[in-house]
């Protein structure tokens, strides 16, 4: 099982798996509900760049982090005496509002109401951005899922250490082997990296990162996850947010593509742009 998993995690870490590859999940996902043909061509790769580089990125600053995973949790989670410490954990607070049972609710009415914005005002851009958001969502699930289940680390309540890790034992889908990364700030970042970034605007993009960022601290605060899963998962959330938004831009200023095609008794010349 796990061999399937590490399989899968490389091909689209390796940017083998492009939206023209998996039609359903093109025409499902990143193209839901398009409201102009301008936008019904994209093909979105789960990542694009340098996949090893990424890689390296995100493994060296779990790993720097993990030898104080223990002593954070201690002092952050886990002591309740006054310290400078009281202020990130208010900070935390905020990010529980992400962790609720509603946030699927919360993200369907936002999806519906810029799909309907756009479709009544005939601007196409918010439902651009939050087919962008959904896309690049899908995405970090899909990696973060496909490492929670390869790597097997123990989550902090469950009194093990840092390094407990089940990496060459049966893949398993018990959630207290689900710590490394953080799924929760994996999904946020890639949310709202995409929208800081469609933004360009600094009274979007510092409330977006502030806010993903204490999700961050939420999950350390309930003790879901060690800092080193957090660092992990932010930084795949924000490297995905940004593939998505990069590829978006370049297909949309690239030149049109002209190719044959044929449908049943009919035969033509396809313009993608």
């Known amino acids: 099982?796990?061999?399937?998993?590490?399989?899968?995690?490389?091909?689209?870490?390796?940017?083998?798996?492009?939206?023209?590859?998996?039609?359903?999940l093109r025409h499902n996902l990143a193209g839901l509900l398009s409201t102009s043909p301008k936008f019904t061509d994209i093909r979105l790769p789960l990542l694009d760049?340098?996949?090893?580089?990424?890689?390296l990125v995100i493994g060296t600053a779990a790993y720097i982090i993990s030898d104080s995973d223990a002593k954070?949790?201690?002092?952050?989670?886990?002591?309740?005496?006054?310290?400078?410490?009281?202020?990130?954990?208010s900070f935390g607070r905020l990010g529980e509002l992400y962790d609720t049972g509603y946030t699927f609710h919360v993200l369907g009415a936002v999806t519906a109401g810029a799909y309907g914005y756009s479709f009544f005002s005939k601007?196409?851009?918010?439902?651009?951005?939050?087919?962008?958001?959904?896309?690049?969502?899908?995405?970090?699930?899909?990696v973060t899922t496909s490492l929670k289940i390869l790597v097997s680390r123990r989550r902090p309540y469950t009194g093990a250490t840092p390094y407990k890790f089940d990496l060459f034992d049966d893949a398993s889908l018990d959630s207290r082997n689900m710590s490394f990364p953080s799924g929760h700030t994996s999904s946020i970042f890639a949310l709202m990296t995409v929208l800081a970034k469609e933004s360009g605007s600094r009274w979007v993009q510092i409330p977006a990162y502030t806010f993903a960022t204490s999700v961050g601290f939420q999950r350390m605060l309930d003790r879901k996850?060690?800092?080193?899963?957090?660092?992990?998962?932010?930084?795949?959330?924000?490297?995905?947010?940004?593939?998505?938004?990069?590829?978006?831009?370049?297909?949309?200023?690239?030149?049109?593509?002209?190719?044959?095609?044929?449908?049943?008794?009919?035969?033509?010349?396809?313009?993608?742009?």
């Open 225 to 273: 996850h060690w800092t080193s899963d957090v660092i992990a998962g932010g930084l795949i959330g924000y490297l995905i947010g940004s593939a998505v938004v990069r590829k978006d831009q370049n297909t949309n200023t690239a030149k049109p593509r002209f190719h044959p095609y044929m449908n049943g008794k009919k035969a033509g010349i396809e313009i993608a742009f």
């Open 72 to 89: 954070i949790d201690e002092e952050y989670a886990r002591e309740n005496h006054k310290s400078p410490l009281q202020l990130l954990k």
């Open 1 to 24: 099982m796990k061999k399937i998993v590490l399989g899968l995690l490389l091909l689209v870490w390796g940017n083998g798996i492009y939206g023209q590859g998996l039609p359903s």
């Open 123 to 142: 601007n196409p851009a918010p439902a651009h951005t939050l087919r962008l958001m959904l896309t690049s969502l899908a995405y970090s699930s899909l």
């Open 49 to 55: 760049g340098p996949s090893l580089r990424s890689l």
